[in-house]
């Protein structure tokens, strides 16, 4: 591998998430309301996964 | 092992390429490329329309040394073509191929929107444009969907349950120098594991053109892959893709086409599927993965580890007994640290999350629902199917499949589990939006992004390695091969920054004209 290629950024990307670094932040919650995404799933056309056709891609 | 060779970047760019479903909600029998040419041009604010040089791509290059005769999806992209020119659009309506103020591409590709993320340096910057493309998508559905009096739906999945698959396709640019066959070797076992944190989940069974509703399976590709290694990506699809089309001096780089992966709304499965292939990768500059890695039938073990419902994930090996997709996974980590920079903070941090993870899911994967797709996916249908009392056959939870994929944050599950805080975040939103106008800060995406920002009148053609503009009855070209971190890229940034014209470009790169 030529040593060009060694890389330095030319502008410093930002500061990782939260300031907590270059990592995932945890989320907020410890217990997760289902309440409200069980009402959005009762809201789903049963049907909708039948009707959806695609074509085949890459 | 040797540690004293330069260490390149990890690798020099990373990009995603993500095809979605498209649907209109009032009426199943749409014609989709119709919806799909006027969904993309919903994006004609952020973007540039007709400026990209199909002449400079050859996808029947193969890393294996050749140039393949044809493609098996030629037969299929020519059906398309023909089909295609029926209707009243030229080949570059039909296309609708822009470059977008960010640097990324958005392009009907034959029925699905596409989305290519700019090449990025960092998986930060990567997961954020990543999020940006669905951002921008969602509003042009928005857009089209008041235009055409209908409800346009996009998915970010892989499959519509019946046997036909659209991919999310990840590019790393790396040295030319790690030999073909090492990479295939070394990339093999660990691609066909990785579904075990990649995968996005799906309800039901597939092959080409057949799905069944029922059990419950991590990947949702996996279904598709019938070869080890091959150039083909429509048809016959090989776990190890071997287009050879490096968009960069071909003599010292290649891109390595990974086409198993599925899409993933969780921005902790695409940080952790992206971050760990390209440890591997950097890892296998300095040496082969150990032959105890190889698995006796990748093929089988890719579709038995997507549908065992034990989570035990066992896979067979060529030289040794068996193992299990979390030790193989496990065993890379360790050779990766071998061999990899982790005083480095980001590859540290996804080297730690690695390791993690595959400890968690060891011990159980709901622990992960927070930050992987499938976990988080099934989490969502065994609550649902206990509440109302479903089989695991019932079509309902199918479509309930569907919708965690939508492209819709006042609809779609996903965005649900987002906005409620229970999913683990690795974007901010301000760098989300930030992404959805600006290119990345450290790639040549940067002078791509500026350049449609300042001066797209002026522009003719853009490739991902280079930039064509038209100035005075002359064309001119800014090569961007060449342009790393590192190596030329600080220059093309700075001569951007400060140009107020096309002319100063020109000046200032000292730019010969090509051609009237």
């Given at each position: 591998?030529?040593?060009?290629?060694?890389?330095?950024?030319?502008?410093?990307?930002?500061?990782?998430?939260?300031?907590?670094?270059?990592?995932?932040?945890?989320?907020?919650?410890?217990?997760?309301?289902?309440?409200?995404?069980?009402?959005?799933?009762?809201?789903?056309?049963?049907?909708?996964?039948?009707?959806?056709?695609?074509?085949?891609?890459? | 092992?040797?540690?004293?060779?330069?260490?390149?970047?990890?690798?020099?760019?990373?990009?995603?390429?993500?095809?979605?479903?498209?649907?209109?909600?009032?009426?199943?029998?749409?014609?989709?490329?119709?919806?799909?040419?006027?969904?993309?041009?919903?994006?004609?604010?952020?973007?540039?329309?007709?400026?990209?040089?199909?002449?400079?791509?050859?996808?029947?290059?193969?890393?294996?040394?050749?140039?393949?005769?044809?493609?098996?999806?030629?037969?299929?992209?020519?059906?398309?073509?023909?089909?295609?020119?029926?209707?009243?659009?030229?080949?570059?309506?039909?296309?609708?191929?822009?470059?977008?103020?960010?640097?990324?591409?958005?392009?009907?590709?034959?029925?699905?929107?596409?989305?290519?993320?700019?090449?990025?340096?960092?998986?930060?910057?990567?997961?954020?444009?990543?999020?940006?493309?669905?951002?921008?998508?969602?509003?042009?559905?928005?857009?089209?969907?008041?235009?055409?009096?209908?409800?346009?739906?996009?998915?970010?999945?892989?499959?519509?349950?019946?046997?036909?698959?659209?991919?999310?396709?990840?590019?790393?640019?790396?040295?030319?120098?790690?030999?073909?066959?090492?990479?295939?070797?070394?990339?093999?076992?660990?691609?066909?594991?990785?579904?075990?944190?990649?995968?996005?989940?799906?309800?039901?069974?597939?092959?080409?053109?057949?799905?069944?509703?029922?059990?419950?399976?991590?990947?949702?590709?996996?279904?598709?892959?019938?070869?080890?290694?091959?150039?083909?990506?429509?048809?016959?699809?090989?776990?190890?893709?071997?287009?050879?089309?490096?968009?960069?001096?071909?003599?010292?780089?290649?891109?390595?086409?990974?086409?198993?992966?599925?899409?993933?709304?969780?921005?902790?499965?695409?940080?952790?599927?992206?971050?760990?292939?390209?440890?591997?990768?950097?890892?296998?500059?300095?040496?082969?993965?150990?032959?105890?890695?190889?698995?006796?039938?990748?093929?089988?073990?890719?579709?038995?580890?997507?549908?065992?419902?034990?989570?035990?994930?066992?896979?067979?090996?060529?030289?040794?007994?068996?193992?299990?997709?979390?030790?193989?996974?496990?065993?890379?980590?360790?050779?990766?640290?071998?061999?990899?920079?982790?005083?480095?903070?980001?590859?540290?941090?996804?080297?730690?999350?690695?390791?993690?993870?595959?400890?968690?899911?060891?011990?159980?994967?709901?622990?992960?629902?927070?930050?992987?797709?499938?976990?988080?996916?099934?989490?969502?249908?065994?609550?649902?199917?206990?509440?109302?009392?479903l089989s695991w056959n019932d079509p309902w939870l199918q479509s309930v499949d569907l919708e965690y994929h939508l492209m819709d944050r006042d609809r779609g599950l996903y965005y649900a589990l987002e906005s409620g805080?229970?999913?683990?975040?690795?974007?901010?939103?301000?760098?989300?939006?930030?992404?959805?106008?600006?290119?990345?800060?450290?790639?040549?995406?940067?002078?791509?992004?500026?350049?449609?920002?300042?001066?797209?009148?002026?522009?003719?053609?853009?490739?991902?390695d280079y930039i064509a503009f038209r100035w005075k009855g002359q064309t001119y070209r800014v090569e961007l091969s060449s342009a790393f971190p590192g190596v030329d890229l600080e220059r093309y940034c700075e001569v951007i920054d400060r140009a107020q014209l096309v002319s100063d470009m020109i000046e200032e790169l000292k730019l010969e004209p090509i051609g009237g």
């Open positions: 591998m030529p040593e060009q290629v060694q890389k330095t950024h030319p502008v410093r990307p930002g500061p990782g998430p939260g300031g907590e670094g270059p990592g995932p932040r945890a989320p907020r919650v410890d217990r997760p309301n289902t309440e409200e995404i069980l009402k959005r799933m009762r809201k789903v056309d049963p049907d909708q996964a039948k009707r959806y056709r695609q074509r085949t891609g890459e | 092992m040797d540690k004293q060779r330069p260490i390149p970047a990890w690798p020099i760019y990373f990009g995603l390429e993500t095809e979605f479903g498209i649907a209109v909600r009032e009426n199943a029998e749409i014609d989709v490329v119709e919806e799909s040419i006027h969904l993309v041009r919903a994006a004609a604010q952020l973007g540039s329309p007709n400026l990209w040089d199909y002449t400079r791509e050859d996808p029947h290059r193969d890393a294996r040394g050749f140039r393949a005769k044809e493609l098996r999806q030629d037969g299929d992209e020519a059906n398309f073509f023909s089909q295609d020119r029926q209707r009243p659009y030229s080949f570059e309506e039909i296309k609708s191929d822009f470059v977008l103020r960010n640097g990324a591409r958005f392009y009907n590709d034959h029925t699905h929107p596409e989305y290519s993320t700019p090449e990025c340096s960092t998986l930060l910057e990567l997961v954020a444009q990543d999020k940006a493309g669905e951002r921008i998508l969602e509003e042009c559905a928005r857009a089209a969907s008041r235009k055409r009096n209908h409800t346009v739906c996009l998915y970010k999945n892989n499959s519509d349950f019946a046997g036909h698959s659209y991919g999310c396709h990840e590019n790393y640019l790396i040295p030319r120098m790690i030999p073909w066959d090492r990479i295939v070797e070394g990339m093999m076992a660990f691609l066909v594991t990785r579904q075990i944190f990649g995968g996005a989940g799906k309800l039901g069974w597939e092959k080409e053109d057949q799905g069944m509703v029922g059990g419950f399976q991590i990947s949702q590709r996996a279904d598709f892959f019938t070869e080890l290694v091959g150039i083909d990506t429509m048809n016959r699809r090989p776990l190890i893709n071997t287009r050879d089309e490096p968009h960069a001096n071909p003599k010292l780089y290649r891109r390595f086409h990974v086409i198993v992966g599925d899409s993933n709304l969780s921005e902790y499965a695409t940080w952790l599927k992206v971050g760990t292939t390209a440890l591997v990768l950097e890892a296998l500059q300095y040496d082969r993965v150990p032959r105890r890695f190889f698995l006796a039938d990748p093929l089988y073990a890719h579709r038995s580890i997507s549908r065992d419902q034990t989570n035990r994930w066992e896979v067979d090996l060529a030289h040794s007994g068996a193992t299990t997709a979390t030790e193989l996974q496990n065993d890379y980590a360790d050779w990766v640290g071998r061999y990899v920079d982790l005083d480095h903070p980001e590859k540290r941090a996804v080297w730690k999350s690695w390791k993690e993870t595959v400890e968690l899911l060891q011990k159980g994967p709901n622990a992960l629902r927070d930050r992987l797709d499938w976990v988080a996916k099934r989490s969502l249908l065994e609550t649902f199917r206990e509440e109302q009392n805080g229970e999913i683990s975040r690795i974007s901010r939103e301000e760098d989300i939006y930030r992404a959805i106008q600006q290119p990345p800060n450290a790639s040549r995406a940067y002078v791509r992004g500026k350049c449609i920002q300042k001066f797209a009148r002026d522009l003719v053609n853009v490739q991902w």
